[in-house]
């Protein structure tokens, strides 16, 4: 018996969109990973480099990539874990107004 090609089979309209969804969520958690990383790196970096450290009142200098990274990263967690897909809504919409008919 040879052995079926996942590319082979085609895929019901269902089967795609959850394929979409773990393909977002899976980035999302890749994306998630490295920004920890990478950001645990420059607090580090901040941490033991005590020239970096500016006057008693100003910000640490990771602060802003944390800030601004963070936040595309949470928009990119919503993104991928609510229902406020646009392609999900658009099929829901669509599945609404077709039960209408």
Same mark, same amino acid.
């Given at each position: 018996?040879?052995?079926?090609?996942?590319?082979? /089979?085609?895929?019901?309209?269902?089967?795609?969109?959850?394929?979409? =969804?773990?393909?977002? &969520?899976?980035?999302?958690?890749?994306?998630? #990973? =490295?920004?920890? =990383? =990478?950001?645990? !790196?420059?607090? #580090?970096?901040?941490?033991?480099?005590?020239?970096?450290? !500016?006057?008693?009142?100003?910000?640490?200098?990771?602060?802003?990539?944390?800030?601004?990274?963070?936040?595309? /990263? #949470?928009?990119? !967690?919503?993104?991928?874990?609510? !229902?406020?897909?646009?392609?999900?809504?658009?099929?829901?919409?669509?599945?609404?107004? &077709?039960?209408?008919?």
């Amino acid at each position: 018996m040879q052995p079926v090609s996942l590319t082979a /089979v085609p895929l019901s309209v269902r089967d795609q969109q959850l394929w979409r =969804i773990a393909r977002s &969520r899976t980035k999302f958690q890749s994306h998630l #990973l =490295i920004f920890l =990383i =990478i950001n645990a !790196g420059l607090w #580090l970096l901040y941490a033991f480099t005590p020239d970096s450290h !500016g006057g008693r009142h100003e910000l640490p200098w990771p602060v802003w990539t944390s800030l601004f990274w963070g936040i595309a /990263v #949470l928009f990119q !967690g919503v993104a991928a874990y609510s !229902g406020l897909n646009s392609a999900e809504r658009t099929q829901r919409e669509f599945e609404r107004l &077709r039960a209408q008919a």
